[in-house]
């Protein structure tokens, strides 16, 4: 018999059982809730008279919607001045209190953006199944565990069968090998391979990112690439458990400890592909060939080296090609051929499931350290991806880094990611970002988004307009 | 849920690839706590001059003249014809929620994104799967023929034009079977508790650190 691949293992030891009609029940181990896509299941729950099925399995905090602005944030959910987010937000904690899941409430230590909590906190650990009503649910996959978003019909599913009605679906593997240069980040390493295989190239695909670039990436790195997989159209993005996956999971608040956790960590080293096992689909890319990336459109594959230009029209080989891109270059108010590094940033966003970890944080200090924000530029936030990590900023003083740089330090939460508070772009207006999607309107009816890593974005905080990041090294680092 | 089995009715053109959930459906309408009333924002940026805002009247507000699903020639289409990639992006139900709202029945294109597909089924909504090639003719006649209506059957799989084309197309047995019979399916899954109670047991007794944790 072949080999097992990672994720075929996940689902074989997930499986509760296998229909004639060729769907299958799936064993859902870890549930992650947020505010705005679990109030219709929670209400469909109780017209069917259907309880949770199990409480421990839960995990709840609200992110999407809530403020980040410190005075607003101290007056809890009831000082929200959006009152629609503010019946959104309450609805949450009132049936998180009825049903007695646990929640880490809008000011708690814990509450974060749902893909930067479970990780941080433990809820994620190796060989689970993991889902949520958000399709970044993939992030929690560089725990080796299965994991991908689900919509809400599929969150009351789980809600009150602990299960899903799911298909398998094919074993893509991504290999990244050698060395990645300096200034080149897990983002630059995912915005590639979205660049190389499309927005689409994953879709009805399992990931697993393969390879030394992957080996020697930490563990907040992996999840930065897990996050993308769904750029990249795979619902499930996932990387094999080594040493580094057991280290970061240890002593966290909901692993194992002593005799329990030895336990864990036998059953978790046997979770790699086998060596003989067989993908559907292989890509392979090389680290040497990934430079800094920095999208230009209006779908994550539109993406570039921060060298390069923006693409002509002429050079597209299909008349829908040409007819995308004229479309998006209308949208983002860009000249075909015009130099990636002439563009100009009016507002700076660094947060997000994507790229606000305490790496995060501390790659995008480092360039900011000692310097300003550009005069031109409006406004720069930063938002940390969950308390705990504003925590841990702030002991480094990373804060008062971002402040002396002329930067926002804001509360945790979404953010500017979807732009559903009140963190927006302005119609026109050009974001340098560190989130995971640049579609049209994303960050504010009209805005104009461009994916890239957190030190470049501090780069085009300082510069004004975007810039390879690899000038700034050896600065005030 | 609601059931389909055959839909004939006036086809409405959304011509242009990897149309996302946010276009569909944009952020501001996701603080709503309810499922339905989503349909008048539907495609809201591509099809108001201003911004929309939840809970406001659209019935006033000033369209896009040149958003195709204004023109006249397609109100009250039921079927949305589509390019390639349809609905990626993020999972949010709500978009299925608001093309079903505003009266689709059934969307046609080359392909979808899986979380979006999914969703679909979820909501009586039917995600028709045919080549780009197929649903080229079907623009191509779309764009010639005003009041152009196609006949969607769902037990025969089949896409039919009144010009006598017949489009077959491919979807999963249990997904067929929920969309024809409207059956609940956490109802036809707790049918299965023993099942998922036996796994539990015998997992709790392998992995014991999956349970119990969070209290
Ligand atoms: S940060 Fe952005 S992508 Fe991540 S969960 Fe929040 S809204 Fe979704």
Redesign the pocket.
Known sequence: MAGRTLYDKLWDSHLVKQNSDGSSLIYIDRHVIHEVTSPQAFEGLRLANRKPWRLDTNIATP??NISTDKSERDAGVAGMTDEVSRIQVQTLDDNCDLYGIKEFKINEMGQG???VMGPELGATMPGMTVVCG?S?TATHGALACLAHGIGTSEVEHVLATQCLVAKKMKNMRVTVNGTVGAGVTPKDVVLAIIGKIGTAGGNEHAIEFAGSVFRDMSIEGRMTVCNMAIEAGARVGMVAVDQKTIDYCEGRQFVPKGEMFEQAVVYWNTLTSDADAVFDTEVVLHADDIAPQVTWGTSPEMVSAVTASVPTLDEQPTEEKRKGLERALEYMGLEGGQAIESIKVDRVFIG??TNSRIEDMRAAAAVAKGRQVASSVKQVLIVPGSQMVKAQAEAEGLDKIFIDAGMDWREPG?SM??AMNADKLGAGEHCAST??RNFEGRQGNGGRTHLMSPAMAAAAAVAGHIVDVREFAGGDQ | MKAFTTHRGLVGPMDRANVDTDMIIPKQFLKSIKRSGFGPNLFDELRYRDEGQPGADCSNRPLKEDFPLNFPRYKGASILLARKNFGCGSSREHAPWALEDYGFNAVIAPSYADIFYNNCFKNGLLPVILTEEQVDVLFKEMEAEEGYQLAIDLPSQTVTTDSGHVFSFELDEFRKDCLLNGLDEIGLTLQNADDIKAYEAERAAQHPWVFGAIK
């Open positions: 992110d999407h953006i749902v893909h958000d970044h997000s499931c979404c990611c979807l989130s995971n």
